[in-house]
């Protein structure tokens, strides 16, 4: 059976994206199933944001075809882990939970790093802030994919 993994942010334009991509790019496709989704729905169908885009194609890593979609109630059934970017996230998720087994789902992406901080910070008003962001994603989906036995 596979592993199927949601990355959540605000858009999905800047940082679910690259998650998803980094993450891909770290484990096997055949056992891992990873997608992206936003809680909001402003970009709908839209490409990553074109300074995500250029962050990842940097480490090799192609994001462009990726369209954006906003996240849904039945992404609770299909994912068996939620990873969400900020706890704004967290909050608008675990308000959509119906039960304690979809809220144990959603968890802080850097939950699964040392890092001091929790939170991948919204990059959009910050054009140097996306080097940042991929190392903080990066570095949570090294962890994620070693727990995988990737
Ligand atoms: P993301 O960044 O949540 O990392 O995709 C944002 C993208 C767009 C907006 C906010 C955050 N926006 O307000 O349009």
Same mark, same amino acid.
């Given at each position: 059976?596979k +592993?199927?993994?949601?990355?959540?942010c605000l858009? @999905?334009i800047?940082r679910s994206?690259?998650?998803?991509?980094? =993450?891909?790019?770290k484990?096997n496709?055949?056992?891992? $199933? !990873?997608?992206?989704?936003? +809680?909001g729905? $402003?970009? !709908?169908g839209?490409?990553?944001?074109?300074?995500?885009i250029a962050v990842a194609k940097? $480490?090799?890593?192609?994001?462009?075809?990726? #369209?954006?979609?906003?996240?849904?109630i039945?992404d609770f059934?299909k994912?068996?882990? !939620?990873?969400?970017?900020?706890l @704004?996230?967290y @909050?608008n998720?675990?308000?959509?939970t119906?039960?304690? @087994?979809q #809220?144990?789902k959603?968890?802080l992406?850097?939950?699964? +790093?040392d890092?001091?901080?929790?939170?991948v910070?919204?990059? $959009?008003?910050?054009d140097?802030g996306f080097?940042?962001?991929y190392? =903080?994603?990066d570095?949570?989906?090294? +962890? !994620?994919?070693?727990?995988?036995?990737e």
């Amino acid at each position: 059976m596979k +592993t199927n993994i949601l990355m959540v942010c605000l858009g @999905n334009i800047c940082r679910s994206p690259l998650a998803e991509g980094i =993450l891909k790019n770290k484990v096997n496709s055949n056992s891992v $199933y !990873i997608d992206s989704a936003g +809680t909001g729905g $402003y970009h !709908i169908g839209n490409s990553p944001d074109p300074r995500s885009i250029a962050v990842a194609k940097k $480490y090799d890593i192609d994001i462009s075809e990726q #369209k954006c979609r906003q996240f849904k109630i039945e992404d609770f059934d299909k994912f068996d882990t !939620i990873y969400v970017m900020d706890l @704004n996230n967290y @909050n608008n998720i675990t308000k959509l939970t119906r039960d304690q @087994n979809q #809220k144990e789902k959603v968890k802080l992406l850097l939950s699964e +790093t040392d890092l001091e901080t929790k939170e991948v910070p919204d990059p $959009y008003h910050d054009d140097n802030g996306f080097e940042h962001v991929y190392q =903080l994603i990066d570095n949570a989906c090294s +962890t !994620i994919a070693d727990k995988l036995g990737e």
